[in-house]
């Protein structure tokens, strides 16, 4: 029993927009890279899913990008601050973000916001 080119199309995006409701907390190039995982697990073409992935709009809110970077931010943060200090600490926040998607405008407010936290505790 052959499907339709068409019902794959719709099956795979119904199947995209299920993986990036559920992984709405993630940079958009994350979440990308993980719907087309998931696709590919469930054995659609690396075609059909390059114009499902098209279809799909992978913009975020400015409160959504908030959020997005003070989970990552804070976990890289938690990681990192009892092994490192100073440039280096902040580098390895960086590093960390940036592999998650997150653009170096919002990684350097988030840096800067954080040594201001910690300059009003000492």
Not at 78 to 84: A, I, L, N, T, V
């Given at each position: 029993?052959?499907?339709?080119?068409?019902?794959?199309?719709?099956?795979?995006?119904?199947?995209?927009?299920?993986?990036?409701?559920?992984?709405?907390?993630?940079?958009?190039?994350?979440?990308?890279?993980?719907?087309?995982?998931?696709?590919?697990?469930?054995?659609?073409?690396?075609?059909?899913?390059?114009?499902?992935?098209?279809?799909?709009?992978?913009?975020r809110e400015e409160d959504e990008w908030d959020s997005i970077c003070n989970s990552v931010g804070e976990?890289?943060?938690?990681?990192?601050?009892?092994?490192?200090s100073g440039y280096e600490l902040k580098n390895r926040v960086k590093q960390s973000m940036y592999q998650k998607g997150i653009p170096l405008d919002r990684i350097e407010r988030f840096i800067e916001k954080k040594e201001n936290e910690e300059d009003g505790e000492q």
């Open positions: 029993m052959e499907t339709s080119e068409e019902e794959q199309f719709k099956v795979a995006k119904k199947l995209a927009e299920k993986a990036a409701f559920s992984n709405r907390s993630v940079a958009p190039s994350q979440l990308k890279q993980k719907i087309q995982n998931a696709l590919a697990r469930k054995g659609f073409s690396f075609g059909l899913i390059s114009s499902v992935l098209e279809e799909i709009d992978f913009g976990k890289a943060w938690r990681r990192y601050h009892s092994k490192y």
